[in-house]
Structure formats: structure tokens, C-alpha cells
């Protein structure tokens, strides 16, 4: 599933009245049986052989038939075996967020990641919905919303409201730690912002080979990792570094040493999320904008976008874009309307139709 899908599952739970509450699959994959054109032979490592087996094979192997971890077909077979099961309680998958299903009998809404399972909707009806489910899937750890994906969700007072913190503290640590233990890395200090200063950059930077240019796509992809989850402020910093791995050079190590200052700076840093309407008093609002050839090398701007749910008393984030444009703006306004276009296409129309069937309604998008 999308993490914005995810997040939109959690805010549902926030709705008063709802609660969000969480399960893992047992060995998930080998629940489904390996449905595949082909079969399959595998090689039955010696501690698993019967006793019967000891002296009478050399190195036997055994056809397989369930959807074992490492099979290149076994995650689909896992996902026809579960999506069979969630139609026979009702579900409905729901078509622009694979892996939400919708059940219009109870108001649930169900959100798998492999075997990662997210429900959310009115509170009385968790209880049945889980106990229908274990007929079908081996599920254990069912109760509240605490960790999902890496990331910690506490209930928290905020500006005098009670909200749902997203917590991953101690992801930002392990990236600096890591960052730490790279050759090449120096000690960490404070930055107020992710990125160098204006006119800190040096041509001949652009053309020395960077010291990290082996381990750089390592650290980046960690960071991106909470960046996508929980840490907005950082997308940014993050995706114009992702985009120059393959060309990494001395001005790259600057700039991720200075985003690697700003999350040891910012490591108790949160977003917050709360709901306090009724379903009647929600909307979408999206929140757009562009820089206009920010980039230094070639002058394309970046998008940025914040989809959040909204309403007198409620202010939810769902997803945040920061994403380079793949062309040069003539103006300012053409890369804001560029920007807009990513947003509203790929985010927030997807989005409405998600919120559509949750709260029986066309859902307003305010932009």
C-alpha cells in the first residue's frame, strides 16, 4: 500500500466515534498455496529432514507448495489468497489505493503492507471484523495502533488538542549513527535548515569526484525512509540528493553532511495530526507551490505539495510531494501550474475518491 493510504486509514480512526486497530499475519506468504503454471523443487535443508530420511537420502528435494518466502511468484499468490478471503467478509478493494479494501456493511476501512493489517472505522465493529478474519488468516498481535512501517503513533496533547504524534525518534538517530560510521564522515553539528547557504557551493566542487560517492545511495535511502513517513522537512534535501548518486561529487558531501547536521539537530522533531469533527464537518485541502529554477545545475524547479484532511477542528496530514520537474519553466507561474498538476492528478483526486466512500459523500477539495 501507499503511505498516504495509510495515513488516510489513521485519521479515519481519529473521527469520533472510530478507533484505528492494528494485526500481523503469521508467516504471511506461506499461508497462500503456490498456485504457480510451473512447479517448483527445493532442496530440503538437512536439519529440517525427517528422521526417516537419515540415512536413506543424500540430498533429496521436495515439491513445494506453498508460497514460500523467496519464491519470485509467492508475495502475488499472498495477495490473491488475502484478497480472496477480505471479499468473503464483504471487502472491496479500493481501485486507485491497492491493498485498501472498503466494507460498506460496518464502515471499515483495511489497510494491508504485506503483512501489516490497519483497521480503522467505528470502534464497535473491530472486535467482530478481527475474530471473522482469524477463520481465514492466522493472525496474531491484534490490538491498538502503536508501531506501523517503523513508525511509532502516541496519542498526545497538542495546542490543546488531543492528536496522533508520529513518532521516529530513534530512525533519525540510527541514520546519523550510520552516516557516523561511514569513512569518509566527520562529526555532526548544528544546522538550523537542510540545506547549504546560498553561494557556499564552489564550481570546482562540481567536478571532484565525492568521498561518499561508494555509500551514498546507503544513507540516502534511509533517510528517504523517514522523510516519506513522518519527517516533511526533509523530502526536499533528500530527493535532490537521490537525484545526483550516479554523478556524485565533492558539493553532493557537502550538502548531505549539512542534512546530516539538520536531523541530528532535529532529532525530537514531530508531526502532528488531530480530528476532532464529525464526519459531516470534513474536507480536503491541497497546498501547492514551486521554486522556479532552483535547481543550480539545470535550472528545473521542484514541486511541492501537502494534502491534508481539514475541517473546523481537525488538521490531518495525508501526503507530502517534493518531486523535480523533468523539464525547464519559462516563469514562475508555469512551474507553479505544473506543480498543481502533479498534486491534484496524482494525489488528491485519488484521495477524494478514498474519502468519498469513507464518508458517503462527495468529499470537498479545497485548493
Known amino acids: ?101 472498503w466494507f460498506q456493511a460496518t464502515g471499515l476501512l483495511l489497510t494491508v503492507y504485506v503483512d501489516d493489517f490497519l483497521l480503522s472505522g467505528p470502534a464497535a465493529a473491530h472486535e467482530a471484523f478481527w475474530k471473522e478474519l482469524c477463520k481465514h488468516i492466522d493472525l496474531e498481535d491484534i490490538g491498538g495502533l502503536g508501531r506501523f512501517l517503523g513508525r511509532h503513533h502516541e496519542v498526545v496533547e497538542h495546542e490543546g488538542k488531543e492528536a496522533i504524534s508520529f513518532n521516529m525518534s530513534d530512525y533519525v538517530k540510527s541514520a546519523c549513527d550510520l552516516y557516523l560510521s561511514l569513512p569518509g564522515s566527520k562529526p555532526l553539528r548544528h544546522a538550523a535548515t537542510p540545506f547549504v547557504p546560498d553561494g557556499s557551493l564552489h564550481p570546482e566542487g562540481d567536478a571532484a569526484s565525492g568521498e561518499l560517492a561508494p555509500v551514498a545511495c546507503k544513507i540516502l535511502m534511509k533517510n528517504l525512509w523517514v522523510a516519506r513517513l513522518a519527517r516533511p522537512d526533509l523530502t526536499k534535501a533528500i530527493t535532490q540528493l537521490a537525484t545526483k548518486v550516479g554523478k556524485w561529487n565533492l558539493n ?16 525530537e522533531y514531530r508531526l502532528f495530526g ?42 490531518f496530514p495525508l501526503c507530502w510531494v517534493s518531486k523535480k520537474q523533468t523539464s525547464v519553466s519559462r516563469s514562475t507561474t508555469e512551474s507553479e501550474v505544473v506543480s498543481l498538476a502533479h498534486s491534484l492528478f496524482l494525489e488528491a483526486l485519488p484521495m477524494c475518491s478514498l474519502w468519498d466512500r469513507m464518508l458517503g459523500r462527495d468529499v470537498e477539495l479545497v485548493i
Open 274 to 315: 488531530y480530528v476532532n469533527d464529525a464526519i459531516g464537518s470534513l474536507w480536503l485541502a491541497l497546498y501547492v507551490d514551486a521554486d522556479f529554477a532552483g535547481d543550480r545545475e539545470d535550472a528545473n524547479s521542484t514541486n511541492g505539495g501537502w494534502l491534508v484532511l481539514r475541517g473546523p477542528n481537525t488538521s
Open 252 to 267: 553532493c558531501d557537502r550538502m548531505l553532511y549539512r542534512l546530516m547536521c539538520y536531523m541530528h539537530s532535529t532529532v
Open 1 to 101: 500500500t501507499s503511505i498516504s493510504a495509510a495515513n488516510a486509514n489513521i485519521a479515519y480512526g481519529r473521527i469520533p466515534g472510530h478507533k484505528t486497530s492494528s494485526a500481523d499475519a503469521v508467516k504471511a506468504y506461506v499461508q497462500a498455496v503456490l498456485k504457480s503454471k510451473h512447479p517448483t523443487w527445493i532442496r530440503m535443508p538437512r536439519e529440517l529432514w525427517p528422521k526417516a530420511w537419515a540415512n536413506k537420502y543424500r540430498d533429496p528435494v521436495i515439491l513445494l507448495i506453498m508460497s514460500l518466502y523467496g519464491h519470485p511468484e509467492s508475495g502475488a499468490h499472498w495477495e490473491a489468497h488475502l484478497t480472496a478471503a477480505l471479499r468473503k467478509l464483504g471487502g472491496v478493494p479500493v481501485p486507485e489505493h491497492p491493498s485498501s479494501f
